[in-house]
């Protein structure tokens, strides 16, 4: 992130040949400061190495009774990994789960900036205003607003693929964000997603996750991935960007023609074709989905509501397609509450930049029982993530049939115990 405009007390910024300047202090960005990096950075996110085994130090999720067996005992030694007992200590059926929270944690000072010049509260949220914009070439600027997640205006959620088609997840493009028009990378696809939502007038108010949370706050980042539910739920509709690639701007003065999904034909592409693009492999793009009381998915011209009647849904192989989950996301019928280890069986094939989010990216979808106890934390490596989860299920759930994928007789993989299922 970079703050060009500096010593500036009121700026007043236009655009001129596709760059910002002041007409206050006559100051604009060099152009270092808005060419694409020549070694684009990595995400800001990073998943910490897993731990050596007999180190885990299991903490998560709070319900689960853990007890560390001593490296030294013969029995377990060849494992190398805290065990768990059901006769352990601390009875998990009587733990509070309104009470499972970690201790709060210092927000890093390296984390916040002239964009994020603090964490959000528990109930916060940021909004998107968009402008239209003066030239359909001018960068992309938007307005960052803070609210409390029971009083905001009427905002679009968004869903994308953060990587494009290409899955190009490097950070090469920029936005500017706030009056003094400060610099934020982001990915190809969310600039050009970004680009497509500026409304021709009046303001548009959007929720996009990669620049809404902070992300190098891994605290904030995990308290928003747990409010998901909420943030999709709650909004208007979802606008389900799928790139560039397959996504035109009409002119100013001619709006899309809006159809339902069993009319794809007349954007000459078919339910099939369009559930192997990326985007539907995506681990977030299911909660987002069905989580949305509305979707729209623009293609060419137009917009598809995620809509099909229930005559045309019933003669789909669902079990065939390439996002066999979609069904829950276009049909009619009241989404119920889904159980843990059927959902990861599901989507575990599905992609995610953060291996984590292959299970946190699920949560929105269950009982609220659960969502409480399993709160996202991305401070922990993936080993815990795993070993985490399916002890719950086990534990909270009391569901021994997962231990049926498990590694067994199989040569163990440190820190992983036999009955983690051995999924990659």
């Known amino acids: 992130m970079s703050r060009w405009h500096t010593h500036c007390d009121n700026p007043d910024i236009f655009v001129d040949k596709a760059l910002p300047q002041c007409r206050n202090c006559g100051k604009s960005p060099s152009t270092s400061d808005v060419a694409p990096p020549e070694h684009a950075p990595p995400p800001p996110w990073t998943v910490p190495p897993d731990e050596e085994a007999g180190q885990l130090n299991l903490r998560w999720p709070a319900c689960v009774p853990y007890r560390a067996i001593p490296w030294t005992d013969d029995r377990f030694s060849d494992l190398g990994f805290a065990w768990l007992y059901s006769n352990s200590l601390v009875d998990s059926r009587s733990l509070d789960y309104a009470e499972m929270t970690l201790a709060p944690t210092e927000v890093p000072e390296s984390s916040l900036s002239t964009v994020y010049p603090r964490r ?10 968009l402008k239209p914009p003066q030239h359909p070439d001018d960068p992309v600027h938007l307005t960052l607003e803070t609210y ?5 205006p009427d905002y679009e959620a968004t869903s994308y693929c953060w990587g494009g088609e290409e899955g190009d997840n490097s950070l090469s493009d920029h936005v500017f964000v706030g009056p003094h028009w400060d610099i934020i990378l982001t990915t190809r696809n969310c600039r050009s997603m970004l680009q497509y939502l500026r409304p021709r ?19 904030e980042r995990g308290d928003q ?8 739920r709650r909004c208007m509709r979802l606008v389900v ?5 397959v996504v035109q701007r009409s002119n100013d003065d001619i709006y899309p023609i809006r159809r339902d999904l069993d009319q794809l034909y007349q954007a000459s592409t078919s339910l099939s074709d369009l559930l192997h693009r990326r985007y539907f492999s ?9 989580l949305a009381p509305s979707a729209i998915i623009p293609l060419k011209k137009m917009e598809f509501r995620t809509r099909i009647p229930d005559t045309d849904l019933s003669m789909i192989d669902w079990d065939n397609t390439a996002a066999p989950w979609f069904y829950w996301a276009v049909s009619y019928q009241e989404r119920q509450d889904i159980e843990l280890a059927g959902v990861l069986n599901s989507s575990w094939n599905c992609q995610a930049s953060d291996p984590r989010d292959k299970v946190f990216g699920v949560f929105g979808l269950l009982h609220h029982r659960d969502r409480r106890a399993l709160q996202p934390d991305y401070t922990i490596t993936l080993a815990h993530t ?18 049926l994928s498990g590694r067994g007789n199989a040569t163990p993989v440190p820190p992983y115990p036999s009955w983690v299922p051995e999924w990659s």
Not at 201 to 219: E, F, H, P, S, Y
Not at 225 to 232: D, I, R
Not at 386 to 403: A, C, D, M, Q
Request: aromatic share 10%.
């Open 120 to 129: 959000l509260g528990s109930e916060e949220f940021r909004l998107i205003i």
């Open 148 to 152: 409390h997640r029971d009083n905001c």
């Open 201 to 219: 007038r009046g303001l548009r108010t959007v929720w996009v996750d990669a620049i809404c949370i902070n992300q190098n706050d891994v605290i």
């Open 225 to 232: 991935v747990a409010a998901m539910e909420k943030t999709y």
């Open 241 to 245: 960007y799928l790139g560039a690639d």
């Open 282 to 290: 995506r681990v977030w793009a299911i909660q987002e989905l069905i």
């Open 386 to 403: 795993k070993i985490g989860t399916w002890s719950y299920i086990l534990f909270k759930h009391r569901n021994p049939e997962v231990l």
